[in-house]
């Protein structure tokens, strides 16, 4: 970049450049918005981003498929379990297997445990931006206590890494369930208060209503994906449209909004929350007792005491470590209904331990890619209000 | 469905296919790209869900293959498209006709170095500008080279001067 900021000072005297990041509060993250203002109005937003580039990508090629589950909670680290279990099922693909029921079962129930916490940061985080503290607060406490369930779960608050390739890492412990069941009650009551707050406060409104808006073409057109595509009413979520994980047995609906402003994507959040509410309610009712990894020993590490008890565990178990998994030579696409949208994952296997190449299709990346356009002649304080509504998480736009 | 009509609306435009555990793929020249493109528009094909390349370095002549993956809203259907392209070659840019391929190109750019031809602003994306070298390319190195310690190179900041 030839220094956009200096040579555009020079050239309009009258202009004022206003650096938004790349440390921003608002910014959630780091990523850098120059913008050029005439008074208080915008007329020229530049997004720079990469701030957070680590290369995930060329270090998954140079990682076993199993060792990549780690990177992969660090893409949307708001919702880490969801990176998880979506990565899993793109390895699942390719290998052509299916998880057991339990696993499925718990893998979607933590899914929208992830889905509920990471709505709860955009709703809230986005509220705090335009000056609505309060809310913020209420929703918090829930989101703590989802990262408590986690906690026991996967022993990990943020970065869970929960799933492994053909399963979960381990089955969930005594006690989640009775927990989760509380934390169902009280999330609907804080989801209550939250609506309190915001959905008939003229404040929010004026703040909200037509910012950002976007037509249902447009959307597609600049790939939006997730609430923000829904809340320009069109009504793809592919939780419905292409199941997954038995999605297509669960009971609930999909929020659409029809103006696709900020205001219609925090109504599409909060009812997005209740109805994973309503499947996480469904998952505990049918919940079995069950393994929770696939019983195949080309994929599935044996259990610890049959490695040091019996020979041909301990043959798998070292081929496994050594050698990794038998991957058919192939290439597969696989994508899931994430908290921002669709989250793809594109692999390549040439057969070896590695994934030739791994392709992370971040859902905020073409979301972020319309920023200009959303917030081009709007004032300067919308800008955060539509860059909230985004919800852009810089670990995964620049992976 | 979407592979059997551009058979009969273009014929020969398809030089290789396969479908593997349900993705079907076809693989196009770059000469009929825009042509194709048009018609998986015209067919429902509106939202481009993805670019991305994939580098052969051992790969005779055409060394890339760049991706691009498809989804018709109404009918549910993914379609994964390959342009096989030579090192410095340019692909025809669909920044005209999909604002999201702006970004997505420009991503390509940056990490494999395959340019296209008609995009507004070929920029790099996530690596910055005096950036030595594409990251995705596989003899690039795990490590980053010596990114940092580039010889001769001027940064737009400090007078163009390093220390």
Redo the contacts between chains.
């Keep these: 970049?030839?220094?956009i900021a200096m040579t555009r000072q020079m050239l309009d005297g009258d202009k004022m450049i206003v650096n938004m990041g790349p440390s921003h509060p608002t910014t959630h993250g780091t990523l850098r918005i120059v913008l050029e203002l005439q008074g208080e109005t915008i007329t020229k937003a530049t997004p720079e981003?990469?701030y957070l580039?680590r290369?995930v990508?060329?270090?998954g090629e140079?990682l076993s498929y199993q060792q990549f589950i780690p990177l992969t909670d660090r893409l949307n680290y708001c919702s880490a379990i969801m990176n998880n279990v979506g990565y899993a099922c793109a390895v699942e693909?390719?290998l052509?297997i299916q998880v057991p029921k339990r696993a499925q079962q718990i893998r979607v129930l933590v899914s929208e445990l992830a889905r509920i916490a990471d709505h709860l940061v955009c709703v809230g985080v986005n509220a705090v931006d335009i000056g609505a503290f309060t809310a913020f607060l209420y929703l918090f406490r829930q989101r703590e206590i989802v990262y408590d369930l986690f906690e026991m779960a996967a022993g990990q608050r943020l970065h869970t890494s929960f799933t492994r390739i053909g399963g979960l890492f381990r089955d969930i412990p005594e006690g989640f369930v009775p927990l989760t069941e509380r934390f169902l009650v009280e999330c609907g009551e804080s989801i209550d208060e939250l609506e309190k707050l915001l959905t008939r406060n003229p404040i929010w409104h004026d703040r909200t209503k037509g910012i950002g808006a976007i037509s249902a073409e447009?959307a597609?057109?600049?790939?939006y994906?997730g609430p923000c595509l829904r809340a320009a009413g069109?009504p793809?979520d592919l939780r419905k449209?292409?199941p997954y994980l038995g999605y297509e047995t669960y009971d609930f609906d999909i929020p659409i909004g029809t103006t696709g402003d900020v205001f219609d994507r925090y109504l599409v959040r909060v009812e997005e929350m209740r109805q994973s509410l309503r499947i996480i309610r469904q998952v505990l009712d049918r919940l079995e007792p069950g393994p929770v990894m696939v019983d195949d020993p080309k994929v599935a590490l044996p259990p610890k005491e049959k490695v040091y008890t019996r020979m041909e565990s301990l043959i798998h178990h070292f081929k496994l470590i050594m050698h990794g998994m038998d991957m058919p030579v192939?290439?597969?696409?696989s994508?899931t209904e994430a908290a921002n949208g669709?989250l793809?994952f594109?692999l390549?296997s040439d057969g070896g331990k590695n994934p030739?190449?791994i392709?992370v299709?971040p859902p905020c990346?073409?979301i972020f890619?319309?920023f200009e356009?959303q917030v081009k002649g709007g004032l300067i304080a919308d800008a955060v209000a539509v860059l909230g509504a985004m919800n852009i998480i810089a670990g995964e736009l620049?992976? | 469905m979407i592979i059997e009509h551009i058979d009969t609306q273009l014929p020969a435009a398809i030089l290789d296919r396969h479908s593997f555990r349900g993705d079907q793929t076809i693989v196009v020249a770059k000469e009929n790209l825009l042509t194709l493109v048009d018609l998986l528009h015209h067919e429902g094909f509106q939202l481009l869900v993805d670019i991305t390349a994939v580098d052969w370095p051992e790969r005779e002549g055409q060394r890339f293959d760049v991706v691009y993956h498809w989804l018709n809203l109404a009918s549910q259907e993914r379609l994964r498209m390959k342009v096989p392209v030579a090192d410095g070659e340019a692909v025809p840019s669909l920044a005209g006709l999909f604002k999201t391929a702006n970004w997505f190109e420009r991503e390509v750019f940056d990490m494999f170095g395959i340019r296209f031809d008609g995009h507004p602003d070929l920029r790099r994306l996530l690596t910055w500008d005096d950036f030595q070298g594409h990251a995705l390319r596989k003899d690039f190195p795990l490590d980053g080279g010596d990114v940092f310690c580039m010889e001769g190179c001027t940064a737009p900041y400090n007078n163009g001067e390093r220390n």
């Design positions: 970049m030839d220094s981003m990469g580039h290369g990508e060329k270090l140079n693909k390719l052509g447009d597609v057109n600049w790939g994906t069109v793809q449209a292409q192939g290439e597969v696409y994508a669709e793809g594109y390549v030739y190449r392709r299709r990346l073409p890619s319309s356009d620049d992976r």
